[in-house]
């Protein structure tokens, strides 16, 4: 009997300390955090890549995938991104995808960056030669230092990734791309998959330069995230044709508040859209040129409704409002200016919304008076009292004091009103 419960002890003891650590060492299902980037690189979107890469890294996912479709952006919020992967604890796999998605010019750099890079079939990669604020091809005395700059920049992501540096003088000097084939066959990306449980397949087992981590993805679990609506939204609001908008009607309606006091909405509706405005301008790099033109422009608009210029001000505001426009987000690059359409549609609108407040009160000032005691003048009325020279008048349901400078008016008669002799009497004439 003793040693059958002898050896029931030593059985749940065994059960007791062996099976827990057998489950403690089973490995759990990998995880794969997908992030789905479709679009421009700005300063809202790099925040929402690299929350997404730190939450990878403190939630312990297997790696994190970037699923890029960009056609570029800007080069300060591409280095945040970029600085991000690298700074990584897991693998990042940049996978250019769905088919027809390209990587292009900020993109290059966030993909070579990777761990891993992948393309889904029909993609392509490239394009990155660096351009001026304006949009046109840099001028030869600075174009050296920003393409030299570029190319060491690029050759030193895709060399320390084991990748062919030799790429990265084509793509910035001659702004070439490379679809996936070519990509693959010349060593600039890693992998082609046509979707992204096949990639995790393939690279399963494989060890990143020059982290020298190794994969293990194979049959992930596959966390997919986007933006939020939120982020979204912020997104929207720096787009340049917006902010001018908002910065336009902000303008008038605080211009229109200030005419009118008490009216409330164009007021409250003026202060927010120029706030929203604002925003934007603190998110995207501005040209101060551009800033000084738009306060300028203001400044005439609201000059306008004070002095008389017969329309002068009002349209050097609209020139200066213009042109102040299409150069507010020079430093930002071509992706990120404002429309000419939208230029001269918001300047011509604040230039006719002057004009039209020009021709009121033109007309107000024109106006016979309507209100006061000043509107007597050329009324008529009944004398109540012997006007000789001084007696009473009824007039506008009042009875004023009134005199005359001709013979004596009886009771009765009606007169003219010609002025105001003082606050309390009238002159007034036989009607």
Do not use: C
Request: glycine letters at 8%.
């Amino acid at each position: 009997m003793k040693s059958r419960v002898l050896r029931a002890v030593l059985a749940a003891l065994t059960i007791a300390v062996f099976v827990p650590a057998v489950a403690t060492a089973a490995p759990s299902q990998s995880r794969v955090l997908a992030v789905e980037f479709d679009n421009d690189v700005n300063p809202v979107t790099a925040g929402y890549v690299i929350d997404q890469i730190e939450r990878a890294n403190e939630e312990h996912y297997q790696a994190v995938v970037i699923l890029l479709d960009t056609p570029g952006g800007l080069a300060s919020a591409m280095k945040d991104i970029y600085e991000a992967e690298l700074a990584s604890g897991i693998p990042v796999v940049v996978y250019v995808s769905p088919e027809g998605a390209r990587a292009a010019s900020a993109g290059v750099w966030i993909g070579q960056a990777a761990d891993i890079l992948a393309m889904a079939p029909q993609t392509n990669m490239g394009s990155s030669t660096p351009i001026s604020v304006g949009g046109e091809d840099i001028q030869k005395d600075l174009r050296n230092k920003v393409v030299n700059d570029a190319v060491a920049s690029l050759k030193a992501l895709m060399r320390e990734h084991g990748r062919d540096a030799t790429w990265a003088d084509e793509t910035v000097r001659e702004g070439k791309s490379l679809p996936a084939r070519e990509a693959l066959d010349r060593d600039v990306i890693d992998v082609i998959a046509p979707d992204l449980p096949t990639l995790l397949n393939l690279i399963d087992g494989r060890e990143t330069k020059p982290k020298m981590l190794t994969l293990a993805t194979a049959g992930a679990e596959i966390e997919r995230v986007e933006m939020s609506i939120w982020k979204r939204i912020l997104d929207t609001l720096i787009d340049p044709n917006l902010i001018v908008i908002l910065m336009s009607l902000g303008v008038l309606g605080l211009t229109i508040e200030l005419w009118n006091p008490g009216l409330i909405l164009p007021g409250t509706v003026g202060a927010i859209s120029l706030v929203i405005g604002l925003f934007g301008l603190q998110i995207l790099p501005v040209s101060w040129a551009g800033v000084l033109l738009m306060l300028l422009a203001a400044g005439f608009f609201m000059a306008e409704l004070f002095v008389t210029s017969h329309g002068a001000l009002a349209l050097a505001g609209a020139v200066a409002f213009v042109v102040g426009s299409l150069m507010l987000f020079d430093p930002a690059g071509e992706s990120y200016q404002v429309s000419l359409t939208v230029a001269l549609t918001m300047g011509g609108t604040m230039a006719l919304m002057a004009g039209l407040v020009i021709a009121k009160l033109v007309q107000v000032r024109r106006a016979e008076v309507v209100t006061g005691q000043e509107e007597l003048v050329g009324q008529l009325g009944v004398v109540r009292q012997a006007v000789d020279p001084v007696g009473l008048v009824f007039v506008h349901g009042e009875l004023w004091r009134a005199k005359t400078s001709g013979v004596a008016i009886q009771p009765g008669a009606r007169v003219r009103i010609e002025g105001l002799d003082d606050a309390l009497t009238l002159t007034v004439a036989p009607a």
